[in-house]
Every structure is written in C-alpha cells, then in structure tokens.
C-alpha cells in the first residue's frame, strides 16, 4: 500500500503524494504552484511557501489544479459546519475519486482520505505522513470528525484521473556501524587464581 513518509516539514506535498498514490508531484509542482497564485493574485511568495517546506492550503489546491485535477471544498462553515457535496459513500462509487485532502488548521498540519480496493472492497483509508502508514477509517467517522468543531478538519474533495505511479522514496536513516570487540580470554594464571577462591571459599 503507497506511504509517503514525511521529510521535513512537506505535509502538504506528502497529501497530495498519499490522496494521488503515486510521489509524481514533487516540490517542483509546489513551487509553480506558487508561482501561479503569485501572477493571478500578486499575492506574495512567502505567504504560500517557507524554506522549510510548509505551504499555503492555495498552494497545495493549486498544485494539484495544475495537474488537471478537480478540487472542491467539501464543508460549508459560513454558519454552522455542513458537509456539502456527496457523501463520501457515494463518493466511493466514484471511479475519479482520488481522495479527500484533510487541511488540520489547530496542528498546521495536511493528511488526507483515500479509497483502496481490499478484497475487491472499496474501503476508505485515514492517511497521516507523520504515521506508521494508512489506518481504514469508516465513512461516518471521517465525515463526523470533519464536520466536528472540537477538530474543524477542512476537506477538499479530489478528482480526475489517476497519473504516472512513481515509488515513495524511502525514508533516510542514519548510517549504523556495527563495532565488534575482540573478545579476549583471561589469562591461565588468572584463571587458576580464580577456581582456586572459588575451591577455597
């Protein structure tokens, strides 16, 4: 099952890694997205993008706008939090439904919901780049805990056609080296001495 793994603070392009299944999306899409945003609204670079990878809710919509892909806020909250859309069980029915990304405004932080086929089951899956790996969620509980002001979850529902696969990278770990030790035996005398206590004790 595809994981991409956070590196840094890239949450957002790890969502949209983890929604589409595939790490094709790089910081390059992110960048242009914020180039683009940039000539549309004058808006300026640094409020969408930081040296350390955290980007805008825009630049994360607009990156995947840019590969063709169909974005749509999924919650209404001018008055009172409703889910406004399908549902996401008819969602599931959708054959261009990528996935739900999960904008998490109290934690600055992007996960998303994703459909996998299990057992020739299409279930929804709670994807978190700061995990272990996708955890399956009910569709219930996914929308109850967006509509939920206690976690005020922003979803954006995802689609369009799937694009190329290309593998997560792996996650970097530190070099280890193994030190093994002589192992070195007392010497006889020593050893004599010993049992000779031991005897005597």
């Known amino acids: 099952m595809f994981f991409a793994k956070q590196k840094s603070n890239q949450c957002g392009l790890h969502a949209i890694q983890n929604v589409l299944k595939t790490a094709a999306m790089t910081k390059t899409d992110m960048r242009t997205a914020c180039d683009t945003i940039h000539k549309q ?7 969408h993008e930081t040296c350390g990878g955290d980007w805008s809710v825009q630049a994360v919509l607009q990156a995947l706008r840019n590969r063709g892909f169909e974005v749509h806020r999924a919650v209404d909250s001018k008055r009172s939090r409703v889910w406004s859309g399908p549902s996401i069980d008819d969602l599931l029915e959708d054959d261009t439904f990528r996935g739900v990304i999960l904008h998490q405004p109290l934690k600055k932080h992007f996960t998303c919901f994703r459909p996998e086929v299990v ?10 780049s ?3 790996g996708p955890r399956r969620i009910s569709s219930k509980l996914a929308m109850r805990r967006c509509l939920a002001a206690a976690y005020s979850w922003e979803p954006f529902v995802v689609r369009g056609e799937p694009i190329e696969f290309v593998p997560a990278p792996g996650v970097d770990l530190p070099d280890c080296t193994v030190v093994r030790r002589n192992r070195s035996r007392p010497s006889e005398s020593f050893l004599q001495e010993w049992r000779s206590f031991n005897h005597n004790a």
């Open 119 to 128: 057992n020739d089951e299409t279930q929804l899956y709670y994807v978190d």
């Open 41 to 47: 609204t004058g808006d300026d670079l640094h409020n």
């Open 130 to 132: 700061q995990s272990t």
